[in-house]
Each structure stands twice: as C-alpha cells, then as structure tokens.
C-alpha cells in the first residue's frame, strides 16, 4: 500500500535530505525506521525534493510502499517513536498506488529568515545572522522582478545539468518584524541554491552594492555577471508542498 506522509525536520544537524553513505540524512533515518516497521524491507522513502545540508522544513512530504498491514495513524505513530527528535511525521494518509510525491507537485512555498540586528547565538541555527542594516524598501522592490516565468540557471550551480531551468514564481514578498526579515517565495518548482542565490543577490542590493535592474540582466544573461553571495541555509525552510 501507498502512504503520503507529511512530516517536519530541523536541518541543524543533517548533512541535508538525500541519502548518502557516512552521512547522517533526513532519508537516511527515515528509510532505517521504515524498514523496520515494514518487516526489515528495504524501503525507499520519494520526496517531493532535496533539501540542502543546513536547511529545515516545516512540511515536506513523500510517498512510500508499505507491504505490512498497518492504519496510516499507526504507522505515523510507530514512526514517531523510533524517529530522532530533529525529525517529526506529521501526518500519515492513504493515497493511490500511481501517486507520486515528486512529479505531482504543483506548488511548493519555501521562506528565508535572517537577522539584521545583534548576532543571536541561540537563533544561528534558524536565521541567517547578517547583522547588518539592508535598505528593506528597495529590497521589496526588487523582489518583484523574480515573478513570473523564467530561466533560472543563472541562480543554479553550474555544474547542475538539467534539460529546462524554467520555473514560475506565483508570489514573492519580504516582511519586517523587527530586525527579522522573512523572505516568502511561492512557485511550480524551485532548483538546487535557487532560492539561496536569489535572496544573496537582494542582499547585495539591500546594501547598495548592485542595482535591482540586475536582477533581469542576469535572467535574461543566464549568466552569473554579476557578484553575490549564495545565502547562508540555515534561514532556509520548506513551508508546504502542494499537489
């Protein structure tokens, strides 16, 4: 039987999503307690996509084939009591054996925090600590230009190879609370660094060392002309994976 879980993760102390040998991942010990519940068969957990090393979700999502018989609610149950603390299922539900996690997904809303005040020891982990005043006003401006459809290999690495880096933003926004800033970003599909690239070039231009005008030199460029930063992951969180 097919199972969609929703489930939650503090990146902190991953060296991020996908299983690797040697390394602790979020796939790593998810697949470690699924095989155990599913009578020791190695079991391959799909996700809706990766997160980087750092990064933290607040709702990813994947699919897996249990050949046990168990209700969705004990299954999450049994999960939680053999998952490590940084890693929680949320939900559990019963979907159609033709579902699949990654190449379902319509829209997916990521956020990125960081701080401009005081360094915060306690919140590092969770936000980026910039420290440093940016012009915000300018920033919300230039946010805008990343709407819409567009190639986006310019904010990919390069030696990330992929047929189509084209990608639609439904929805962009930064909010000020304080001197917290949270970056909000909704779209079809989002690539590795994507996001991280896009908010270190606004904050090249929050503090006055790029022009927002930019930002459409370097989508239509489909190069990196111009220099920034790839921000920090741990201010990064997947928020909700839509199908």
Same mark, same amino acid.
Request: overall charge positive.
């Given at each position: 039987?097919r199972?969609?879980l ?6 902190t ?6 299983? *690797?040998? =040697?390394?602790r991942?979020?796939?790593?010990? /998810?697949?470690?307690?699924? +095989? @155990?519940?599913?009578?020791?068969? %190695? ?5 809706s ?5 750092g ?14 018989n168990?209700?969705?609610?004990k299954?999450k149950m049994?999960?939680?009591?053999l998952l ?11 979907v159609?054996?033709n ?9 997916k809303i ?18 980026y *600590?910039? =420290? ?6 300018? /920033?919300?401006?230039?946010? +805008? @230009?990343?709407?819409?459809v567009? %190639?986006?290999?310019a904010?990919?690495p ?5 047929a189509s ?6 929805f962009a926004d930064?909010?000020?609370d304080?001197?917290?800033l ?10 590795k ?5 896009m908010v ?5 231009i ?6 927002k005008d ?6 239509e460029g ?9 921000a ?8 909700k994976?839509?199908y």
């Amino acid at each position: 039987m097919r199972y969609l879980l929703k489930f939650s993760y503090d990146g902190t102390l991953f060296h991020g999503f996908e299983k *690797q040998d =040697n390394y602790r991942t979020i796939q790593g010990e /998810m697949e470690n307690v699924l +095989k @155990y519940i599913n009578n020791k068969q %190695d079991t391959k957990l799909v996700a809706s996509g990766r997160t980087d090393k750092g990064v933290h979700a607040k709702e990813q999502t994947a699919h897996v084939d249990i050949s046990v018989n168990i209700t969705p609610l004990k299954l999450k149950m049994a999960m939680n009591s053999l998952l490590p603390n940084d890693i929680h299922v949320i939900s559990c539900m019963v979907v159609d054996e033709n579902f699949h996690a990654r190449y379902m997904v319509k829209e997916k809303i990521y956020e990125y925090k960081l701080n401009m005040g005081e360094f915060d020891p306690i919140a590092r982990n969770y936000i980026y *600590q910039i =420290n440093k005043k940016l012009d915000v006003s300018l /920033m919300r401006g230039s946010v +805008k @230009y990343f709407l819409g459809v567009h %190639d986006f290999k310019a904010f990919t690495p390069s030696k990330d190879k992929r047929a189509s880096y084209v990608r639609e933003i439904y929805f962009a926004d930064i909010k000020k609370d304080g001197d917290i800033l949270t970056f909000t970003f909704r779209g079809n599909g989002f690539i590795k660094y994507q996001i991280r690239n896009m908010v270190g070039l606004l904050i090249q231009i929050g503090l006055h060392k790029t022009d927002k005008d930019d930002i459409l030199k370097i989508l239509e460029g489909k190069n990196r002309s111009v220099g920034y930063r790839t921000a920090h992951p741990e201010g990064l969180y997947l928020v909700k994976v839509i199908y």
